[in-house]
């Protein structure tokens, strides 16, 4: 049911018959939908500082890859009998850490705030940048790189849960959809350094761009000190007064200038909050309740088929990808440059129309799409990787292209978006370790074995992304709720949960309260 049409329907009691009456329930629901309408500039900035979380996540990933292609990197470390073996374990190590740091961030989160645990993520990610930087040695450099997975897996899983508690219902699809176009935009970023650093010619050449990524988590780390803590985490924490000041200011807007959706929203909040305050928490827990084992079931899938695509194998080895096709150093690394930029206007579409279109329905469309892709890619891959047919080849190095759209533009924010919002505030933290726990248990999976897996079976193992596509595709379409336009607490209900305040009415009794102020005024 709409939340509007919740607040709208006649009570118990006589049918109001009058042309009057019906105009009163009809200015009424418009008032509502007036004052659910607009987006102040401060929750934007808030959201967009907080995106540079995922833009720090990004860049951590993708460092790696352009560097594989740069030749002062290759000559320190690849020129050994198993350089293939030493690439997969840079890629793995990267991912182990990051799994781990998307558990270490939900008690961090909890006891300190969601702002303070994105704090230690960007500290660790300064170290793990000076770390990598200064590495001289393979093993060295790998444990830099499981630190670096280590803040990167804290800010990525914790960065989305902060963004859809200080984002309205009406708007969280596109502004927690923000940390995609972050990461995308990182991947740009790491790209152009790549191509950029390939011309120098000296032996720090591979290392300019983890000094880049060390700047950026500098950065990062800032940038956080002009943000407000989570609303939500406030209330949670007995700080309601702040809780409320800072929804106010977050959501205050021209369609509402006296604030009565913040109001509304806190009211709702503080009623979600207490009736949940006496529940158990812990992983336990979820795994024992039907209602939390959906939402945990719900979070694994999404990244099983969202990774099950082979993006994250296939985002890190675009270079080496393009040098199987027979294009020089400077050329994988420009293409690899290309294809990011595909991949952030894809993440465009994605934000414009995730609270039009509804999270499940692009998920399901982008799973579909990319399973078909991947077939066809499949075919081109058996027959024209390693090859010297141009007309095949070009049509490989397309694919790779639209692949890349295709994803970002349907599954890559969406995904950002619903593993954060379908968990109640006590166990956000907690959901978020799962569904990233899925997405780098996944993407390690299938990215650690790649350059062994593409050395030996070659095209067969792109079979592998089509099949669990396909497949988990499929149930998502039959077994996710949608959650587009409700407010974080009035998702509980699509789960089965008790929902303690409508927000429909809480801003209804907020707008009667104002009008009566001013009326006895």
Known sequence: MDVYEKSSEPQAGPVLA??????????????????????????????????????????????????????SFIALFLTTTDATSRMDGLLASFLGGAFLGSILQAPVSNKWGRRSANLVAAFVSVVAGILQSASYHIEMLLVARVICGIGAGMVIANSPVYMSEVAPPHTRGLLVGLQGVGIVTAYI????????????QNPVQW????????????????????????????????????ARSELERLHKTKSDPNGALARAEATQIKAQIEA???????????????????????????????????????????????GGLGFSN?????????????????????????????????LVIGGITNATILAIMTALVKFYLNSTHQPGINALVALYFIFGFAFTSTIECTAYVY????????LRSEGSTIAYASFFGNALAYSAPINLALKNIGWKYYLVFVAVTVVSTAILALYFPETKNLALEEINAQFGDEVAVDLADAIAAEIRGTDHSRKTA
Request: proline content about 3%; charged content about 15%; hydrophobic content about 45%.
């Open 18 to 71: 009058s042309s009057a009456g019906n105009s009163e329930v009809s200015s009424n629901k418009d008032d509502i939908k007036t004052h659910r309408g607009g987006t102040s500039r401060r929750v934007v900035q808030v959201c967009v500082t907080a995106a540079l979380g995922g833009f720090l996540y990004g860049f951590s990933a993708n460092a790696m890859s352009g560097t594989l292609a740069q030749t």
């Open 189 to 200: 970023a790491c790209s152009l350094c790549s191509l950029i650093f390939s011309f120098v």
């Open 207 to 242: 290392r300019l761009t983890f000094i880049v990524l060390t700047i950026a988590a500098a950065g990062f780390s800032c940038s956080l000190l002009s943000l407000p803590e989570s609303p939500r985490w406030l209330m949670e924490n007995g700080r309601e007064e702040q």
């Open 276 to 322: 949940e305050r006496n529940l158990p928490k812990g992983y336990l827990y979820i795994c024992k309740t039907p209602h939390l084992r959906k939402r945990a079931f719900c979070s694994i899938l999404l990244w099983v088929m969202g990774q099950g695509t082979g993006i994250t194998a296939i985002a890190n080895l675009i270079p080496v990808l393009m």
């Open 330 to 362: 400077t050329l994988q690394l420009g293409l690899g440059c290309a294809w990011t930029v595909a991949a952030i206007l894809g993440c465009i579409v994605n934000v414009t129309f995730i609270d039009r279109i509804g999270r499940v329905k692009l």
């Open 419 to 426: 593993g954060s919002e379908i968990w109640p505030t006590h």
